[in-house]
């Protein structure tokens, strides 16, 4: 039977313990300690903000998951990691989204972010998660355009552009977003809404002027998202991309989780509250999501001005931007008549996301672990067959044939002389005294080590 | 423990030792009839368990691992001897083994170590905590892997009291019951009393949550009709080293979730109370981490 049955007598002597009167004195005073709850608590979450989002823009007054005070990264990573299978990918998304829902009412350029990934990777999760923090987040699947002409009896604004000011606009479905038949128009408004100016009259009597408007945009969809290019809304934007390609082991353990979370969700039913439509573990990752987006906003002013910025960090942006405008660059119909984009907003949009991602992660400066994380942008901003390209031609200071570039880049021949001849254009590349051989120029050679390598 | 397949990790946390494995099925010595000869037998895919001599467990013999939990936890009750069950009260500053023997504190058959049983809402025993030393010297209460954190104190539970407090840790909790089982209110303030009935125990319930940080919101429907009491500790506030900021001492950010989550739920209790230990929530004249334990046994 029982290995570790004993009968050992005390070895040591009994403590001095304090006798039973005095416990039960201090027991009274213990229990007069007793006090109702501070008013502040009863109020709601966060200081009385949820609720909030039914007011706003005329957002219709769903129910809401309530939000949970969560005021340290570390601390929501944990809840994520219980909820589902993390990775890096998801966390650095994460803390972007954050940092630019966070960055929104803050003087200078947006940080508007596309979040790539395949379908299933999480992507909607996490929007989710931030949704829950309704005084701060729109969540707007269809979008037909950023204006209204509608005319209520109160003449009540009942556009997009006025719900969504001082907000984060979260499209979970980028992909349905291409195929809508006014892309042009939405995608126009848009590009006036991130200037900051946008005005549009209508016949029946309704003119809009939206000035000063600040609102960020999330955009999270497939790679098929690329294709809002520079020449419509796309450099305004900033990719995240979740997740490059989907593991065959990654993808086996999520799997696995995916079908124990399933056998388990099919012990409860759903009561119709919000908390009730996820499992318990993903509810409460996305209610503390929500707290800690509105912890943020909140504090916003007084967490960026903690952060420390080294004139380093400064440069290394500088050299961000400069980078994912050449990166960026792209030919126009005629195949080479056109300008790569200048850099200082791609500079601003960065060091604004350094700043954001330190206060996001908690951090006093903007640190390795900050450039890192922003990095990540900077390459997933910049991919593309340029991106590809240098990386193969940056390995061959004596250049490469146009024949094997073609085999090593996996274009067509035609397709990469034009763009070689493209990239020659705008100083990226240059050929041998031959003309025969592509190289990097030694300069901009300089630039992508520097960048590519942080 | 993260390279044990996770269907074994709560018998490997217990003490069993597999040895061998065929298919799906692994070994080892039965822990409850200790024979040698790898009778004992656990999927690691479903993680039902069996011992083909004694055949321990349900009716057909073995079981899921709250079956082995459970199992495991009468059999460490039964030989757990009461006088190292008295000297472990005392260490923990209380007056005698009561509160332990009803709260289900036993000596694991296997570890040696201290086990205290975790409930669910439906008072069902749903993990065992071991009470052990930690690689840093400390001492930790750890829950069965992969089975969550549960209350502590519930099999004492009665639906017809209409008090309930809620303490953190096991010994803030046994330590509370302990005078509340002992002590009645009186003209005179609370006074002794042999009499379980007349006692203040009578009318309240004691639970226990893990930490300040564990409450899960099904465990609310406890307090729905009652008067809660949520006795947490004195945690100063404490600076994040990284950023430098303030933050609120863990007892009493504990208090005002548990508070929140009464409120979101929906849940109506009769009442609510808070300890209080100061204006902030902590008493800054006393060590942080300062508890009811501390207070009621040693002043």
């Given at each position: 039977?029982?290995?570790?049955?004993?009968?050992?007598?005390?070895?040591?002597?009994?403590?001095?313990?304090r006798?039973l009167?005095a416990r039960l004195t201090a027991l009274g005073n213990l229990l007069a300690l007793l006090q109702p709850p501070p008013?502040?608590w009863l109020?709601?979450?966060?200081?009385?903000?949820?609720?909030?989002?039914?007011?706003?823009?005329?957002?219709?007054?769903?129910?809401?998951?309530?939000?949970?005070?969560?005021?340290?990264?570390?601390?929501?990573?944990?809840?994520?990691?219980?909820?589902?299978?993390?990775?890096?990918?998801?966390?650095?998304?994460?803390?972007?989204?954050?940092?630019?829902?966070?960055?929104?009412?803050?003087?200078?350029?947006?940080?508007?972010?596309?979040?790539?990934?395949?379908?299933?990777?999480?992507?909607?999760?996490?929007?989710?998660?931030?949704?829950?923090?309704?005084?701060?987040?729109?969540?707007?699947?269809?979008?037909?355009?950023?204006?209204?002409?509608?005319?209520?009896?109160?003449?009540?604004?009942?556009?997009?552009?006025?719900?969504?000011?001082?907000?984060?606009?979260?499209?979970?479905?980028?992909?349905?977003?291409?195929?809508?038949?006014?892309?042009?128009?939405?995608?126009?408004?848009?590009?006036?809404?991130?200037?900051?100016?946008?005005?549009?009259?209508?016949?029946?009597?309704?003119?809009?002027?939206?000035?000063?408007?600040?609102?960020?945009?999330?955009?999270?969809?497939?790679?098929?998202?690329?294709?809002?290019?520079?020449?419509?809304?796309?450099?305004?934007?900033?990719?995240?991309?979740?997740?490059?390609?989907?593991?065959?082991?990654?993808?086996?353990?999520?799997?696995?989780?995916?079908?124990?979370?399933?056998?388990?969700?099919?012990?409860?039913?759903?009561?119709?509250?919000?908390?009730?439509?996820?499992?318990?573990?993903?509810?409460?990752?996305?209610?503390?999501?929500?707290?800690?987006?509105?912890?943020?906003?909140?504090?916003?002013?007084?967490?960026?001005?903690?952060?420390?910025?080294?004139?380093?960090?400064?440069?290394?942006?500088?050299?961000?931007?400069?980078?994912?405008?050449?990166?960026?660059?792209?030919?126009?119909?005629?195949?080479?008549?056109?300008?790569?984009?200048?850099?200082?907003?791609?500079?601003?949009?960065?060091?604004?996301?350094?700043?954001?991602?330190?206060?996001?992660?908690?951090?006093?400066?903007?640190?390795?672990?900050?450039?890192?994380?922003?990095?990540?942008?900077?390459?997933?901003?910049?991919?593309?067959?340029?991106?590809?390209?240098?990386?193969?031609?940056?390995?061959?200071?004596?250049?490469?044939?146009?024949?094997?570039?073609?085999?090593?880049?996996?274009?067509?021949?035609?397709?990469?002389?034009?763009?070689?001849?493209?990239?020659?254009?705008?100083?990226?590349?240059?050929?041998?005294?031959?003309?025969?051989?592509?190289?990097?120029?030694?300069?901009?050679?300089?630039?992508?080590?520097?960048?590519?390598?942080? | 423990?993260?390279?044990?397949?996770?269907?074994?990790?709560?018998?490997?946390?217990?003490?069993?030792?597999?040895?061998?494995?065929?298919?799906?099925?692994?070994?080892?010595?039965?822990?409850?009839?200790?024979?040698?000869?790898?009778?004992?037998?656990?999927?690691?895919?479903?993680?039902?368990?069996?011992?083909?001599?004694?055949?321990?467990?349900?009716?057909?013999?073995?079981?899921?691992?709250?079956?082995?939990?459970?199992?495991?936890?009468?059999?460490?009750?039964?030989?757990?001897?009461?006088?190292?069950?008295?000297?472990?009260?005392?260490?923990r500053g209380l007056l005698?083994?009561?509160p332990m023997?009803e709260w289900?504190v036993?000596?694991?058959?296997?570890?040696?170590?201290?086990?205290i049983?975790g409930y669910?809402v439906?008072?069902?025993?749903?993990?065992?905590y071991?009470?052990?030393?930690?690689?840093?010297?400390?001492?930790?209460l750890?829950?069965?892997?992969?089975?969550?954190h549960h209350m502590m104190g519930l099999g004492l539970w009665s639906?017809?009291k209409p008090v309930v407090y809620v303490c953190e840790g096991p010994w803030d909790g046994m330590a509370l019951w302990e005078c509340l089982c002992r002590g009645k209110n009186?003209?005179?303030g609370i006074?002794?009393?042999?009499?379980?009935?007349?006692s203040l125990a009578s009318q309240a319930n004691v639970f226990s949550i893990p930490g300040w940080g564990t409450f899960f919101e099904?465990w609310l429907a406890l307090f729905s009709g009652r008067i809660v009491n949520i006795m947490l500790d004195s945690d100063h506030p404490?600076?994040?080293?990284?950023?430098?900021?303030?933050?609120t001492g863990g007892g009493w950010k504990g208090t005002e979730r548990i508070v929140r989550m009464v409120c979101?739920?929906?849940i109506?209790p009769q009442e609510v109370n808070v300890l209080t230990w100061g204006p902030e929530g902590f008493d800054p004249g006393r060590k942080s981490g300062y508890d009811l334990r501390d207070y009621v046994t040693s002043g």
């Open positions: 039977m029982p290995k570790l049955q004993t009968t050992k007598q005390p070895t040591q002597q009994t403590p001095r313990l006798p009167a008013t502040k109020t709601g979450a966060t200081g009385g903000l949820t609720g909030y989002a039914a007011t706003v823009g005329g957002v219709s007054e769903a129910p809401s998951m309530r939000l949970r005070t969560c005021e340290e990264y570390s601390e929501l990573i944990a809840a994520w990691r219980k909820a589902m299978k993390w990775s890096e990918g998801l966390d650095t998304t994460l803390s972007v989204m954050l940092a630019s829902s966070m960055s929104t009412q803050f003087l200078g350029e947006q940080l508007w972010i596309k979040v790539i990934g395949p379908p299933s990777c999480g992507k909607t999760s996490l929007m989710e998660g931030l949704a829950t923090a309704r005084k701060w987040y729109l969540s707007k699947d269809t979008i037909r355009g950023f204006h209204s002409g509608f005319k209520t009896e109160d003449g009540k604004d009942v556009s997009l552009a006025q719900m969504v000011k001082g907000m984060t606009l979260g499209t979970k479905d980028g992909d349905t977003l291409l195929k809508a038949p006014n892309l042009k128009q939405i995608l126009a408004e848009g590009r006036a809404l991130y200037d900051k100016v946008s005005r549009t009259n209508y016949r029946n009597d309704v003119n809009r002027e939206y000035t000063g408007h600040r609102m960020t945009w999330h955009l999270a969809g497939t790679s098929a998202l690329r294709e809002i290019d520079d020449s419509e809304l796309g450099a305004r934007f900033l990719d995240v991309v979740v997740m490059d390609k989907i593991e065959d082991e990654f993808e086996d353990e999520v799997g696995w989780r995916a079908a124990q979370q399933e056998a388990r969700n099919m012990l409860h039913l759903s009561d119709g509250k919000p908390e009730s439509q996820h499992p318990e573990e993903l509810a409460i990752a996305m209610a503390l999501t929500g707290g800690y987006l509105d912890f943020l906003r909140v504090n916003a002013l007084e967490l960026a001005q903690a952060v420390r910025v080294d004139a380093q960090v400064l440069e290394q942006c500088n050299k961000f931007g400069k980078f994912t405008a050449f990166m960026r660059a792209r030919a126009g119909r005629d195949g080479e008549n056109a300008e790569r984009e200048f850099s200082a907003r791609l500079v601003k949009q960065y060091t604004r996301l350094a700043i954001s991602q330190a206060v996001v992660l908690n951090k006093e400066e903007v640190d390795e672990e900050v450039l890192a994380r922003v990095h990540k942008v900077v390459i997933d901003t910049s991919r593309g067959h340029t991106l590809d390209l240098i990386r193969v031609l940056s390995n061959m200071p004596q250049g490469c044939e146009v024949r094997a570039l073609t085999m090593l880049c996996n274009q067509t021949d035609d397709k990469m002389r034009l763009h070689l001849r493209f990239l020659r254009r705008i100083g990226v590349v240059e050929t041998d005294v031959n003309h025969r051989r592509w190289r990097v120029v030694p300069r901009f050679n300089k630039l992508y080590k520097e960048v590519d390598h942080v | 423990m993260s390279d044990i397949p996770e269907k074994l990790r709560p018998y490997v946390f217990h003490g069993v030792r597999f040895r061998a494995s065929k298919n799906n099925e692994v070994s080892a010595s039965c822990p409850f009839c200790d024979r040698e000869d790898g009778k004992f037998s656990v999927n690691q895919v479903t993680g039902q368990w069996r011992c083909f001599v004694c055949a321990e467990g349900t009716a057909k013999g073995g079981g899921n691992v709250y079956t082995f939990i459970r199992r495991m936890h009468e059999i460490s009750a039964e030989h757990t001897d009461s006088h190292e069950l008295t000297e472990f009260a005392h260490n005698d083994a009561v023997v289900g036993c000596k694991s058959i296997l570890t040696g170590s201290w086990l049983p669910n439906q008072k069902h025993l749903t993990t065992l071991q009470y052990i030393k930690h690689s840093d010297g400390s001492m930790k750890l829950p069965t892997p992969t089975l969550r639906d017809d009186s003209p005179d006074v002794e009393t042999a009499s379980r009935a007349s099904s404490r600076k994040n080293l990284k950023t430098g900021r303030v933050m979101d739920k929906g109506v």
